[in-house]
């Protein structure tokens, strides 16, 4: 059983979500308000709907702390939701195609896909946006960073040095995209693409990245296939509603090119931490599923919301009769959202590892374990250098 555990429940239009975060050393300064601005940017993103005039995310700490600060108890949390109606919608009786609507009757039995899409629902996510946020407080007492942004949408693409032109302001450049993007100048195409979309009466998907920057060599392990961190983060990723691809690295390409054209080749450092460097980070990052010390690089494509206005054909569950998918609410894209639950579901893996590798009860015993490590990597760097002395 690996450290780090968490769990959320509630529906879309319940009263409340919540989550339970386990494994969270003690000791750790955690700062409410930075997570309420997570959850604040995951409603943002031009293209949603009405819900999100509705709700105005913010966390509540139930348990697990005391004094502002973590005392290694469970962390249980809520997030309430204003729209909380879900007994009086109505039954949509026509299954979307591409939502859960109908495999989840199918598996379950019901007779009403409300009971089905309530959970299904993207609004999950924001739980797990609230946990992803206290995960990347971890982290980043730590010195690791972890940083999503939205790449394309609806076939705009951004431009493809956008992250080197950001550099250090990042943040700043992200925020100041009305798609989280780090290229604001592709939004007004964006936002065309989003109104033509919605004028067609339909929806649009696009992709995003998610970066980690500072982590150390070897988290994870090649040791068994679970461990692996590219199945971890990969399966972190894919367990995020409408994600159908996930790269990292050059990810696709490496079908494409020969093995010097893919394999970063290692070089001297010069750096006394850690002798060891990388002339290229096609692999983002990952070796033998193990972190490699390069940054990490994954990036993920959603499709798009499969509540459509227009109305894709579908059968009545009561009569049977061939007719359209039941409309009510939707977004016409959440990639911008989906850009910050794939930065948190990065955060809740990378986190694991750490623990997994690191792990102590208290943030201090943490550290010790992860300077103790990093002495290790130096000194394998030493004697690298001195083997290779005459
Ligand atoms: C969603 C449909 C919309 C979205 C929702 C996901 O909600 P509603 O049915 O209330 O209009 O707004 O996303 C959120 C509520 C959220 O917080 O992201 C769906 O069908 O998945």
Known sequence: MTRFQWRTAGESHGPTLIGILEGVPAGLSLDVERVNRDL?????????????????????????WKGGLTIGAPIAYSVKNKDSVIERLPTPNNPRPGHADLAGCQKWGHRDPRAVLERASARETAARVAAGGIA??????????VFGYLT???????????????????????????????DPAADERMRAAVDEAKAAKDSLGGTFEVRALGLPPGLGSCASGP?????????????????????????????????????????????????FARESNRAGGLEGGMSTGEPLVVKAAMKPIPSIRLGLPSVDLHTGEATQATYQRSDVTSVPAC?????????????????????????????????????????LGRSANSESQP
């Open 227 to 275: 461990e692996r961190l590219t199945a971890r983060i990969g399966g972190g990723l894919f367990s995020i509603p409408a994600i159908k691809a996930v790269e990292f690295g050059i990810g696709f390409e490496v079908a494409e090119r020969r093995g010097s054209g893919v394999h970063d080749g290692i070089v001297p450092s010069g750096d006394g931490d850690n002798a």
């Open 40 to 64: 604040a940017r995951r409603q943002m993103g031009y293209g949603r709907g009405g819900r999100m005039r509705i709700e105005t995310d913010q966390v509540e700490i139930l348990s697990g």
């Open 339 to 379: 850009s910050v639950v794939g930065e948190a579901m990065v955060a809740l893996e990378l986190v694991d590892a750490f623990l997994e590798k690191y792990g102590g009860d208290s943030m201090g015993q943490v550290e010790a374990a992860l300077a103790h490590h990093r002495a290790e990597v130096a000194a």
């Open 152 to 182: 394309s949408l609806g076939g705009v693409h951004c431009a493809p040095d956008a992250w080197e032109r950001a550099g250090e302001r990042r943040d700043e450049v992200r925020g100041s995209s009305d798609f989280l993007s780090l």
């Open 136 to 145: 990347r407080q971890v982290l980043e007492a730590f010195g690791i960073e």
